[in-house]
């Protein structure tokens, strides 16, 4: 069966980083977009970009332009984001997502990652 | 930027029907998606491409789009349908997904 299972919940100061994984399983991982959507406290979601795994393209939201990065291991069917400089807004539940298309929905999510950033 | 405009909150009595609407410019031209969120978990996928429902989703649930509004249908909710809905789009010309601002759905 799909499962994305995501990495374990991170306490970072501020202007550190942090990556995040998504360890895909169930199906050809190389047949769908990854997208990460993160979820602030009590707030809604929030898109944050995707990878294509097949060429590693990817397209940023314009609010997060030069501070994250989608990367992703074919190897061993994982999808990283690592967003920098981390700031105090960015307390947030981070979650995978996967897509077949561009316009397409997201059928399967990841369990979610809680990032804190707290000094 | 495309934004969607969702009701924050919307109240119906079990056996009811409950209509949640998301709201966008010309959005009757978008493929719009639907999800679920129960507190503590991740979002759940209910309706995709503005009516299609996936398996394991009730028929209870259903959708359209048309105009400026795509509309999320529950009909005789139940006290499980309690929680937040977020409807979702992609815009093909800034190549980002946009998704509305959710609806807390209440069940007296």
């Known amino acids: 069966q799909v499962q994305l299972v995501q990495s374990g919940a991170e306490v970072k100061k501020p202007g550190a980083s942090v990556k995040v994984s998504c360890e895909a399983s169930g199906y050809t991982f190389t047949g769908y977009y990854f997208h990460w959507v993160r979820q602030a406290p009590g707030q809604g979601l929030e898109w944050m970009g995707r990878?294509?795994?097949?060429?590693?393209?990817?397209n940023y939201a314009q609010k997060f332009q030069g501070r994250v990065t989608m990367t992703r291991d074919t190897s061993i069917s994982t999808a990283y984001m690592e967003l920098r400089r981390l700031r105090f807004d960015d307390t947030a539940v981070y979650y995978c997502?996967?897509?077949?298309?561009?316009?397409?929905?997201?059928?399967?999510w990841g369990q979610g990652t809680l990032v804190t950033v707290s000094s | 930027s495309y934004v969607l405009t969702q009701p924050p909150s919307v109240s119906v009595a079990p056996g009811k029907t409950a209509r949640v609407t998301c709201g966008g410019n010309?959005?009757?031209?978008?493929?719009v998606h639907w999800y679920q969120q129960k507190p503590g978990q991740a979002p759940v996928l209910v309706i995709y491409y503005d009516s299609d429902r996936p398996s394991g989703i009730p028929e209870r649930f259903s959708g359209s789009n048309s105009g400026n509004t795509a509309t999320l249908t529950i009909s005789r909710v139940e006290a499980g349908d309690e929680a937040d809905y977020y409807c979702q789009v992609w815009d093909s010309g800034t190549y980002h997904v946009v998704f509305g601002g959710g609806t807390k759905l209440t069940v007296l």
């Open positions: 990878i294509n795994p097949n060429s590693g393209g990817t």
């Open positions: 997502a996967r897509a077949v298309t561009a316009g397409s929905s997201f059928d399967f």
């Open positions: 010309n959005i009757g031209s978008k493929s």
